[in-house]
């Protein structure tokens, strides 16, 4: 079982920055995929961005050039540098890692808690 424990959400004014972390623990063989979603009152969650074992990033068109994902494969940890941050960033912030533990089994997809950021003056 895989454990994610997410930190970092706050109450920031418009332009400000914040950075959420996730760290896994658990059974882990080896990480595929790490991202983040968020999810606003009323609103589908959406993917925010996404970075894969090789590194390569993803972003959602809202965040581009704000938003960065990064990891540090030693210590099982995805970070969300948020930068410029708008009203429309408010919501839920859940990061998710698709691992698999152990060989030949299929991938797990696991999801934290969740971490709110506000953004508001």
């Known amino acids: 079982q895989v454990q994610l424990v997410e930190s970092g959400g706050d109450l920031v004014q418009p332009g400000g920055s914040l950075r959420l972390s996730c760290a896994a623990s658990?059974?882990?063989?080896?990480?595929?995929?790490m991202g983040w979603s968020r999810q606003a009152p009323g609103k589908q969650r959406e993917l925010v961005a996404a970075?894969?074992?090789?590194?390569?990033?993803n972003y959602a068109d809202s965040v581009k050039g704000r938003f960065t994902i990064s990891r540090d494969n030693a210590k099982k940890t995805v970070y969300l540098q948020m930068n410029s941050l708008e009203p429309e960033d408010t919501a839920v912030y859940y990061c998710?890692?698709?691992?698999?533990?152990?060989?030949?089994?299929?991938?797990?997809?696991?999801w934290g808690q969740g971490t709110q950021v506000t953004v508001s003056s």
């Open positions: 970075i894969s074992s090789g590194g390569s990033t």
């Open positions: 658990g059974s882990i063989f080896s990480i595929k995929a």
């Open positions: 998710n890692f698709v691992v698999s533990v152990a060989t030949m089994t299929p991938l797990v997809n696991s």
